[in-house]
């Protein structure tokens, strides 16, 4: 038994059990270690983890001490391509059985308790792209096992800009035959496998689920990604923008909807013919707009993600709204009145971790509901929207915005964002002090 856990940027972590201590798991939980939660994205430590509490919000796990995972029993999947080997979620408590505070997955959990007690559930579709080439060199040499290690040297499998053309679906079809039969097996919900705009790029589009299940399904589904093309000889990455000749930027698109718990029917959808949304569908759309800059690192928490937000881009460079246009923030799909009517969020990048993207964009929108923000009108041009602002143009933009937001410190609790801005800081550090190709090209002659 693979017994896992959403870490803090939506990697899943954990340990392999035997059967037979898997079951003990299930009455008393397995411990994992705490500083796990003080990696930064290449396992750089960036707490002081021998010191009192270790400088995280995790009351009695200090020194490097343990945490309890806690099988959930909802999620159990037998593994199609591991032999005699299953895999399954857990919920973090700390030794006196309190939960885990800065756990992305009960970040998720509280924001829809929360939803459920204003009378709604949430209904959630993912559109993942993500790049799949073949592997010619893992670089496994001790000397390229670095912090981080030499990135694996890829060819493509298919040229690119061809959108959609069925020549390099077949050209890909191997591979996403594979994934296909994989997937299904897990019982995930695939709606269509494609090729994408860029060269060797895919995307994979998911049936609406409800509650936990959506981001539950997308930490599933990375791993399974990356596992099964690994074994085939391939390199699967959800990295925003890989730093390749003539590759794309990949998104994440979220579709999302709320229904009324009392009813069943669709939230947004418009009364009458007149209208595009309902009232609570439109302030909705107001409080992921309001709350865009500083929901901004939790739908895109890579410094590589914010490369992708730029003028003209298939992608959102302002916080605006829109029926029927990809370049907007968020996009309307569904006429007035279609019972189908939803919100297509295109602001994320692959990297984000599903149980905080989607929690980020539940407390914005309910947030909007409650206090009844006014989207504005629809731009219809979304680029050249000058009377909406500009998102976070870089990681240290969104952390900034992060820090000022008294709503993601009400909703998500203080201590998480603390540590979220103080993780982030902590890489953008690391970053800041790298000397790059670009410096040394720029003035190593010139100067």
Known sequence: MRVVFADQHGIARGKTLTARNFLAALERGHAVVSTLFAFDTSNHVAFPVFTGEGGLPLAGAGGSGDLLMVPDPETFRVLPWVPATAWILSDLYLPDGAPVRIAPRYIYRRALEELRRQGFGSLAGLEVEFYVMKLEDARLRP???GQPPDPPQVNLLTHGFQHLAE???????????TLRENLEALG???????????????????????????ADDMLLFKSAVKQICRRHGCHATFMCWPALQNVYASGWHLHQSLYSLATGENAFVAPDSSQLLSAAGRHFVGGLLHHAAASCLFSNPTINGYKRLRPNSLAPYRANWATENRGAMIRVIGRPTDPGTHLENRVGEPAANPYLYLASNLIAGMDGIEKRLDPGDPTVDPYADTDRAVLPRSLMDAVGALKTSALFREKMGNDFIEYMVALKEFELSRFLSYVTDWEHREYFEMF
């Open 167 to 177: 020549q390099k679906i077949d050209e890909m079809q191997p591979i996403l035959e």
């Open 143 to 145: 000397e390229q096992s």
């Open 188 to 214: 995930l919900p695939i709606r269509s496998l494609e090729t994408e705009w860029g060269p060797s790029q895919c995307e994979v589009t998911f049936e609406p689920e409800t509650g936990l299940t959506p």
